[in-house]
């Protein structure tokens, strides 16, 4: 006799609970099996399908609310945390730990100040930069990006915007900074919406797909970076991971979660009445056509990042 059937497999098929009764059957028989998922009205499918999207989720967002709470936030900060070796501040003399105070003599405390005057800049500009309690001038030339790249806000984080940008070569130095239980709270719930709009920038090809879509490789190697920078970076990968797993299973493809949610509200517009086992068929079919393209694609991405790595440029660090 069928009964429901819990499985778990590596990504990116994932694990999933099948439901005793979920297999549509030429004879229509699905919807007399006794407690069975199709012997159940169409709004109470819809509420068991959208329970395993919507639990990854707020797993995820439990994950990372912990994590804000108790280890903070890393903020970006106006001194220099590493440099390009052949970027513009290096050739100019800049280096690790220099603090930049002003940029065309304006005063700079914060990185979001002098990241603003120089991403928008396109003109030499005269950086001070405190060294070790002594002030000094430099002349630095800003490179415009030759492809456009995301936009940070104040905090280093990107805001789902990208364009061609002027930079000097280097990255911020970070401090751990506490934030309050609601804080933390907000940034958590953020973190989905994020989510969905990268994947609503892939849909609109504003994002460079490549770069963006990985498969099992490209999880791999995240998790063995955020391995290497401590537990907070696996927290932190782990939740995201979670949220990003729920609202992928709610794309309206079948069988994903929300393939299968779309059917049940077309019956439900129905009266409750069946799809015919052919359209069912049908729609399956296009769905794992769908589904075999995606994954084929993360594999191929991960491919060529196996055999064509990118190109890092050498960096100098600070203390």
Sequence with gaps: E???????????LGGFVRIRGMVPEEDGS?????????????????????????????????MLFGLFSIDGVRKPTNVVGSIIVDGQAAKAGLIPDDRIVAVDGVATNTYFEALSRIRDSGHMLRLTVDRKGNRIDFQVTPKLDEQPTEVLDSEGMPIGEQRRQYKIGFSPKFVPVQISASDALMRAVGEPVMVVQQMGK??????????????????????????????????????????SVGIFNLLPIHPLDGGQMVVAVVELLRGGKRLSYKVQ???????????????????????????????QPKVITGK
């Design 2 to 12: 069928e009964e429901t059937l819990f499985t778990v497999r590596p990504w990116p």
């Design 30 to 62: 699905e919807t007399r099996v006794a407690s069975g998922f199709y012997s159940k009205s169409p709004i109470k499918r819809l509420i068991v399908l959208a329970a395993g999207p919507a639990f990854s989720v707020l797993a995820g967002v439990i």
């Design 202 to 243: 892939l849909a609109q090809r504003k994002a460079k797909i490549e770069n963006e879509v990985g498969g099992p490789a490209q999880i791999v190697m995240a998790t063995r970076d955020a391995t290497e920078s401590g537990v907070a970076m696996v927290v932190f990968l782990a939740g995201m991971l979670s949220i």
């Design 281 to 311: 068929n049908a729609v399956a079919g296009v769905g794992l056509l769908v589904l075999f393209v995606m994954i084929s694609s993360a594999l191929f991405f991960d491919f060529n990042r196996i055999v064509k790595p990118a190109k």
